[in-house]
């Protein structure tokens, strides 16, 4: 309950909502006020959430939060949180994954590619479907915050980008296309792009090998399903890779 409670407050919280509430805290709007009574109502009722595990610590944090009338005197006497099954959504939940999927591509990216903190790119975001880029549309500003972007375009399958990107698949769902000319060492990156399609590659003749073995008729439902859908996802990522491959080797001709 604790590991919980604890992976709430630092990565949900912490990672995500405050760092989301930055850029409007700051403001006199509707906006801003919103957020303020949410950051308080999460600070307030996870300080009950967690008084059980840490009763004096807890209490000290509950008595300098701004207080209501009515209010209990203590935060022993005060009610226990319960779930509000209004409050529960699988779609807002989904939604919030997939821009947390984003992002955590785009870090990762930031990362392997060297960027410093100050640099900024802009990103494309493909998506292969009209419902995902709806909810990227969505959740574009809340990627470019929580990345450090410099800017978030959500494009169709069809779309082109610009030369110059790197990319990496985020699932089988979208493409995440970061603008790095002058940014990074292209030959790295191409060495980069070049051991990962041979990585995925390999998984890919495996998959196709076990699905084409004699043995394959008698694999369960179940499993055929999940081997297939692997196979159909890993294909996707291999021609992305080769694309992004064929991208940065134009890049560095030119």
């Not at 949180?81 to 997939?98: F, H, M, R, T, Y």
């Not at 992002?103 to 975001?125: C, E, H, N, T, W």
């Not at 998506?127 to 809340?142: H, I, Y």
């Not at 041979?198 to 694999?219: C, H, R």
Request: net charge negative.
């Amino acid at each position: 309950a604790t590991s919980c409670i604890y992976s709430w407050f630092l990565y949900d919280l912490c990672d995500v909502y405050l760092e989301l509430c930055k850029p409007v805290f700051g403001l006199d709007s509707p906006q801003a006020r919103a957020a303020q009574v949410v950051l308080h109502l999460c600070l307030e009722e996870g300080m009950r959430l967690l008084h059980p595990f840490m009763p004096f610590v807890t209490e000290e944090l509950w008595q300098r939060l701004a207080r209501s009338p009515g209010d209990p005197e203590s935060i022993m006497i005060a009610k226990y949180p319960e779930q509000e099954a209004s409050l529960l959504s699988d779609k807002v939940e989904a939604n919030i994954k997939a821009m947390q999927d984003c992002v955590g591509v785009a870090r990762s990216m930031r990362d392997s590619y060297g960027l410093k903190p100050s640099q900024k790119p802009f990103v494309y975001i493909r998506c292969r479907s009209e419902d995902t880029l709806a909810v990227m549309e969505e959740q574009k500003e809340n990627i470019k915050t929580l990345a450090r972007l410099s800017d978030v375009k959500v494009i169709p399958q069809d779309a082109d980008v610009e030369k110059g990107c790197g990319m990496r698949p985020v699932g089988d769902a979208m493409e995440l296309h970061m603008v790095l000319k002058g940014m990074v060492d292209l030959d790295a990156e191409i060495a980069k792009l070049e051991k990962s399609i041979a990585n995925k590659s390999q998984e890919l003749t495996k998959l196709k090998a076990t699905m084409a073995a004699p043995s394959w008729e008698k694999v369960p439902d179940n499993v055929k399903e999940q081997t297939t859908s692997k196979c159909e996802s890993t294909e996707i990522e291999v021609q992305a890779l080769v694309k992004a491959l064929e991208t940065f080797k134009e890049l560095r001709a030119a």
